[in-house]
């Protein structure tokens, strides 16, 4: 059970950034996970009223407040047309749009979940995260940052050019997926793949055999198992190690072949 | 703490819990069409409306409500027993629960949707569960009311 002793909605983020300090205040996303926790909190902090809940684009990027919901990324034209479609295929099947009406893009990647799709597909891109204190740090290298009291401010997608695909596995369509896909060719045809919910966070697998040099149906196939092969995959309840790994081979050769047919 | 709303268009001003649910908030007010089916954010039966979006209100905390519009089920008795009507006809009803939830979520998908596929219309719905139907009577009463808002035939 959540229980909240007191709610402060913050006039300025160094205002939030104080208060999140004491270990037993925490900033509120959407609420969504949260909820489901055992957790005493003395101070929950809102961020609703500092304006960060837009989408804004310019010529080089799009900047996402990190109050922005799911369901505001999925619906976002422009970001779809720039994606074509990926991120929109990463949010769909995330439980229900009632759901993504609700949580926030910064409780999400601030979280840095292993079952994230948004995260394995924001991945994909050319993303960064803006932190109050910590300033602007590529999404790939906040993935492995441990945990700490900063507060993740906005998403960046820099535009360059970039093309993009996702996929992912469920068991049952909305539940948590078994395994995520995302792949990624460079302005200058550089590969990668993308591969979260091993059930660990999200990892990005280079093309550094410059296996893709020719992208023929053979070498799709010998990337497809350098990626799984270079990565660890274990079980939980909804899939094995194995099965996991067996996957993704088949996600990430199906999901280059479609990019590639959509040129 | 203090906050301020309108539920269905009544302004309310109260002194709440601050981890009061906006679900709890919104039944001790009398709508009790708002129903905790599975409190894991995932069958849809309390689903309501904040500002005209559907949303999870046993997500929600009411305190993120203040200053905003709550429509719950008890606000759209109309436009509810419209879409009752398509439900008898596909006798898509059973024992009634998720109706509630699910009828909101019809409604907020009628004004948002401006086009409509098959598949548009199971992912905007595949949020709301339901034990009694296999859900084909309530896909077809849906279609039917959409085509009918749409401007088709009742």
Request: proline share 3%.
């Given at each position: 059970m959540l229980t909240i002793k007191e709610y402060v909605s913050v006039e300025s983020l160094e205002e939030a950034y104080k208060l999140n300090q004491n270990v037993n205040n925490v900033i509120l996303g959407g609420t969504g996970w949260l909820k489901l926790q055992n957790r005493n909190i003395v101070k929950a902090i809102d961020l609703s009223k500092l304006g960060l809940d837009k989408i804004e684009e310019d010529e080089e990027k799009y900047t996402i407040g990190c109050m922005v919901t799911l369901r505001d990324i999925e619906k976002n034209v422009s970001l779809n047309e720039y994606t074509n479609n990926a991120l929109k295929n990463s949010l769909k099947d995330i439980v229900g749009v009632q759901f993504r009406n609700c949580v926030t893009i910064g409780g999400s990647i601030y979280?840095?979940?292993?079952?994230?799709?948004?995260?394995?597909?924001?991945?994909?891109?050319?993303?960064?995260?803006?932190?109050?204190?910590?300033?602007?740090?590529?999404?790939?290298?906040f993935v492995n940052m441990p945990y700490d009291k900063d507060i993740l401010v906005r998403i960046i997608i820099k535009k360059d050019g970039r093309k993009v695909g996702y996929s992912a596995f469920r068991n049952q369509a909305t539940n948590f997926p078994v395994i995520t896909c995302g792949v990624t060719i460079t302005e200058n045809k550089?590969?990668?793949?993308?591969?979260?919910?091993?059930?660990?966070?999200?990892?990005?697998?280079?093309?550094?055999?410059?296996?893709?040099?020719?992208?023929?149906?053979?070498?799709?196939?010998?990337?497809?198992?350098?990626?799984?092969?270079?990565?660890?995959?274990?079980?939980?309840?909804?899939?094995?190690?194995?099965?996991?790994?067996?996957?993704?081979?088949?996600?990430?050769?199906?999901?280059?072949k479609k990019l590639m047919e959509e040129k | 703490?203090?906050?301020?709303?309108?539920?269905?268009?009544?302004?309310?001003?109260?002194?709440?819990?601050?981890?009061?649910?906006?679900?709890?908030?919104?039944?001790?007010?009398?709508?009790?069409?708002?129903?905790?089916?599975?409190?894991?954010?995932?069958?849809?039966?309390?689903?309501?409306?904040?500002?005209?979006?559907?949303?999870?209100?046993?997500?929600?905390?009411?305190?993120?409500?203040?200053?905003?519009?709550?429509?719950?089920?008890?606000?759209?008795?109309?436009?509810?027993?419209?879409?009752?009507?398509?439900?008898?006809?596909?006798?898509?009803?059973?024992?009634?629960?998720?109706?509630?939830?699910?009828?909101?979520?019809?409604?907020?998908?009628?004004?948002?949707?401006?086009?409509?596929?098959d598949e548009d219309i199971k992912e905007y719905l595949v949020g709301n569960l339901c034990r009694c139907t296999g859900y084909m009577g309530q896909f077809r009463a849906v279609k039917a009311f959409l085509n009918y808002k749409r401007g088709g035939e009742r």
């Open positions: 979280s840095r979940f292993g079952f994230s799709d948004i995260l394995t597909s924001l991945l994909t891109l050319d993303t960064y995260v803006e932190m109050y204190k910590g300033g602007i740090i590529p999404l790939k290298d550089k590969v990668y793949a993308v591969i979260g919910a091993r059930p660990y966070k999200a990892k990005v697998v280079e093309d550094n055999e410059n296996i893709l040099g020719e992208f023929s149906e053979e070498n799709i196939e010998k990337f497809a198992k350098y990626v799984s092969e270079n990565l660890k995959f274990d079980s939980n309840m909804r899939a094995s190690g194995e099965y996991r790994k067996r996957l993704t081979e088949v996600f990430v050769k199906r999901t280059l | 703490m203090e906050i301020k709303l309108w539920i269905n268009g009544k302004l309310t001003e109260d002194n709440i819990e601050p981890d009061t649910p906006l679900l709890e908030y919104v039944r001790s007010k009398g709508c009790l069409s708002v129903k905790r089916g599975c409190e894991t954010s995932n069958c849809g039966l309390c689903t309501l409306w904040i500002d005209e979006k559907p949303v999870l209100s046993c997500t929600v905390l009411a305190a993120r409500a203040n200053g905003k519009h709550i429509t719950t089920l008890e606000g759209l008795q109309e436009e509810a027993k419209e879409f009752g009507e398509f439900m008898a006809k596909e006798g898509a009803d059973q024992c009634g629960y998720c109706n509630p939830g699910f009828i909101m979520n019809v409604l907020a998908m009628v004004r948002e949707l401006k086009e409509f596929s």
